[in-house]
């Protein structure tokens, strides 16, 4: 099923203090947005509707995600409308609409909409108010109102997508929502199961809860990497995936980049998948002199379909020669484009082992990798 995740983030949130914008404000140590992104990521295409203002932030805050980014309008409900008028070249058969403020969504609340949306043109969650209602006048109590019946409504609030874009073409007015956008076309709108952790972030005090709410949750990896290969007759070494000149080369079934290969092996600790001989023995003779961004790239994408974001990758050759300080940007630089990953999260260094042991005699080459890796 394509789908599209349409995530609104185009407001000023300014109820909530703080300066910037409540969706580019931290939580539990990363931007409001992030959270959201990481939660809603396995569910289809991102597109995330923003203020013109906003890019540089949202590029920030969505990075080492593939979102696309859509300029929104002065009103939710037009920014919604241009954020469906945008999918038209690629149309999705389904569109969850959810508000970038709630970043503590949950996979239950999102696959009940999920669920209801194969047999309905519209669902959305929602909880049942439990409070008694009063009716205000002045600072009194006026009246009381019968709680029967009403919900508190959430997102992501699901739709076919043919039907929901042509009831935003058709919307003339402001809309709380989309359902109240669809209720107006004619549409009929199932109530699926909502969530207290499901609020949305409004007032300063809310930024507490959500980060309780996402440190309780929150599930964090780390993993360990490491690899050696020895020298041979040859004139470069390949270390995250550059060629650099050298009297000699690195012997490997592969093509024997030590440094990736210690990446790739973090990663796979990281999700408990082994190393890189159980994805690719090396007696298999299709992976001879192949590239190591193969493997690379296998564990980011199997970290990433197991609901994983990188957070950070940190790894340290350790050789005598080459000398790694002049190549360093340009291997940051390679590996942020295999692993579509920010170059401020990836730290590549050398060291030398003092011309102690076989790295001190030049023998080889040794590196370590650490990865982390946060639950989306």
């Known amino acids: 099923m394509d789908r599209v995740i349409l995530i609104v983030a ?147 609030q699901g739709f076919h997508y043919d039907a929901i874009l042509a009831a935003h073409r058709a919307n003339t007015r402001t809309a709380a929502d989309d359902v109240e956008v669809a209720r107006t076309a004619g549409m009929r709108v199932t109530i699926t199961p909502g969530s207290e952790a499901n609020f949305k972030i409004t007032t300063p005090e809310d930024f507490l809860r959500a980060s309780q709410e996402l440190q309780d949750d929150m599930d964090v990896r780390l993993g360990n990497g490491y690899d050696v290969h020895a020298f041979e007759d040859g004139d470069h070494v390949i270390l995250c995936g550059v060629r650099i000149p050298h009297e000699r080369k690195l012997k490997g079934h592969s093509d024997a980049d030590v440094a990736m290969h210690a990446v790739t092996d973090a990663l796979y600790g990281a999700l408990a998948e082994g190393d890189i001989g159980r994805h690719f023995p090396p007696t298999d003779p299709q992976w001879k002199g192949a590239a190591s961004e193969i493997f690379l790239k296998h564990a980011v994408d199997l970290a990433r379909a197991k609901g994983f974001a990188i957070g950070n990758i940190d790894v340290t050759i350790v050789c005598e020669r080459p000398k790694i300080g002049p190549h360093a940007d340009e291997m940051t630089h390679e590996m942020a484009r295999i692993m579509d990953l920010d170059r401020t999260r990836i730290s590549i260094k050398a060291t030398t082992s003092e011309r102690l042991g076989f790295t001190g005699r030049e023998e080889g080459i040794s590196a370590l990798a650490t990865a982390t890796l946060v639950a989306s």
């Open 10 to 156: 185009a407001g000023r949130g300014r109820r909530a203090g703080g300066g910037l914008p409540k969706q580019w404000r931290a939580v539990a140590g990363q931007p409001v947005a992030r959270w959201t992104v990481q939660r809603m990521a396995p569910y289809g295409r991102l597109v995330m509707v923003i203020h013109p203002d906003d890019h540089a932030l949202a590029d920030a805050a969505c990075a080492g995600f593939d979102v696309t980014l859509v300029t929104g309008g002065a009103e939710r409900s037009e920014s919604v409308r241009l954020g469906l008028e945008a999918l038209t070249d690629h149309p999705p058969a389904e569109v969850l609409i959810h508000d970038v403020a709630r970043c503590c969504v949950t996979a239950e609340v999102v696959k009940g909409v999920l669920d209801a949306l194969a047999t309905v043109e519209a669902a959305a969650p929602a909880v049942p108010v439990s409070d008694a209602l009063w009716v205000g006048a002045e600072g009194y109590v006026a009246g009381t109102q019968d709680r029967a019946g009403l919900y508190r409504a959430q997102t992501p």
